[in-house]
């Protein structure tokens, strides 16, 4: 097995000591807020009626109350949240808002190569929405449709991206831009890149934790009902009435229809128990660099960044020049439990720190102030499911494997398509109707998932090259391509 360019060029221990001694365990985006934007809010208690109730205070479930109020202004919406709007992966996020409806190209292909097309399009027409929605509804998320870059730093990623430049050349994409060693460098000043391709139009940055607080606050103006602190227990449908009720331990709100926003959280359905697994992802947040520190990296054009890598990093500046790096450890526990202790793993933020200094060694002596975890909602086809419960009275969306800043607007759409009983583009989709398999219950799941993070690192110690699991993954449809 050969090493990796993040082994041959490590920093010493003292820069990574340094950087990280003064180092906070919360997260950037939300202490960023101003204040009184997160919690507040009342828990729920007594009884509500409602047309729509939504569960979780996520993108998924704010998305899904700002547009259907747009839908149907009259409606009544209640949003009920276990803890405050936004506090998990909807504030944890490194905010890299893709076109992407598959997590990428490849991905895509592998599972619906006959939708693609129709699914690229509904994509970038979906992060159109997202990027018009600060004018649209007067919000400021500090939205900037810089695309990302993917850099090679092995010379067999390379041939990568020569590929994938021809094959975007191939299709008729526009503004997908080959970039060899010099014009990558130029571009962002690594000594690790190789080469890269930057997708212009493609991405968009966006602070995570700003786009759940506007959403929120423009869900209220707009009539919704949110309330926090209130985790529902119970999802009752008495069959006689046709109603949707969920019970918390001090309320309830009965209404026609209901939406499931939990994410990475317990279904409140039975048979979605099985369709995700928590992975747990880590971020490191620097200090502000200096004019002269960003002088030194350039990075003029603000790309998201995120290598080739299985195992792959993801950056991206800030508003205020700060450098977000995270990826690379995916951490799954046995059991399938979202535990906070989980986010604590200094050794992560010790190798993160490493590579951040292989990345840009000119910044040797620069600090990162804040470190935090969180919990991914994995599905076994790398992107979100969909489907209706009780009679169709109930729709959920769950499973978007870190790619759901801008998929979960796709989602809250299709969702209320489908408690509408639409016929239309989004709901004939193959995506859309077809449900992805189930994780295996433990300790298959365990066993399982720790085999393929084992092989897709030692594939990334083997120029890409994947082992018979790997192979063997890719022949089920259940192979992961980052």
């Not at 365990?446 to 022949?475: M, V, Y």
Request: aromatic residues 10%.
């Amino acid at each position: 097995m050969g090493t990796t360019v993040f082994e041959r060029r490590r920093p010493p221990a003292s820069v990574v000591s340094h950087s990280l001694e003064r180092t906070a365990r919360s997260v950037f985006w939300l202490d960023d807020l101003p204040a009184g934007a997160v919690g507040g809010r009342p828990k729920l208690a007594g009884h509500r009626v409602a047309d729509l109730v939504i569960v979780g205070g996520g993108y998924t479930g704010l998305w899904s109350a700002v547009l259907a109020k747009r839908r149907n202004p009259n409606a009544r919406v209640v949003l009920v949240e276990a803890k405050s709007i936004g506090w998990a992966a909807s504030g944890r996020n490194g905010g890299f808002c893709e076109a992407s409806l598959t997590h990428g190209q490849e991905n895509g292909m592998a599972r619906w190569p006959k939708e693609m097309a129709t699914l690229d399009r509904l994509g970038l027409a979906n992060l159109d929405a997202i990027e018009a929605a600060e004018a649209d509804y007067g919000m400021d998320f500090h939205f900037e449709r810089t695309g990302q870059l993917a850099p090679a730093v092995e010379e067999h990623q390379v041939e990568w991206l020569r590929e994938w430049h021809a094959e975007a050349t191939e299709r008729g994409e526009e503004g997908v831009v080959y970039l060899d060693e010099h014009e990558a460098q130029a571009a962002v000043a690594s000594p690790t890149y190789l080469a890269a391709v930057w997708e212009q139009r493609t991405n968009g940055m966006l602070h995570p934790a700003r786009l759940a607080s506007e959403l929120a606050r423009v869900a209220e103006e707009l009539g919704v009902e949110i309330f926090e602190h209130s985790p529902v227990k119970r999802l009752d449908t008495p069959g006689s009435t046709g109603a949707v009720s969920m019970i918390t331990d001090d309320g309830r709100v009965d209404a026609e229809r209901a939406v499931l926003a939990t994410n990475v959280f317990p279904s409140l359905v039975k048979r979605n128990r099985l369709m995700t697994v928590p992975v747990y992802d880590y971020v490191l947040m620097t200090e502000p660099l200096s004019p002269r520190q960003l002088a030194d990296i350039g990075w003029g054009d603000r790309q998201g960044i995120g290598d080739l890598a299985n195992q792959f990093h993801y950056y991206r500046l800030s508003k205020d020049h700060r450098i977000l790096f995270g990826g690379y450890d995916a951490i799954y526990h046995y059991g399938r439990k979202v535990r906070s202790e989980y986010e604590n793993r200094p050794e992560t933020w010790q190798r993160l720190a490493s590579h951040f200094f292989t990345t840009f060694p000119q910044l040797e002596g620069l600090r990162f102030s804040h470190q935090w975890a969180g919990a991914i909602d994995t599905s076994t086809q790398f992107t979100a499911f969909f489907g209706t419960a009780r009679d169709d009275r109930v729709a959920y969306a769950a499973g978007f494997t870190g790619l759901g800043v801008g998929s979960t607007r796709f989602a809250a759409e299709v969702m209320l398509d489908l408690l509408e009983g639409r016929d239309n583009e989004r709901t004939s989709l193959e995506m859309v109707r077809k449900r992805p398999l189930p994780f295996p219950p433990e300790p298959a799941a365990s066993i399982g998932i720790n085999a393929t993070r084992w092989s897709l690192d030692r594939a990334d110690h083997n120029r890409g090259r994947r082992n018979l699991l790997l192979k063997t993954l890719d022949a089920l449809g259940l192979g992961f391509d980052s």
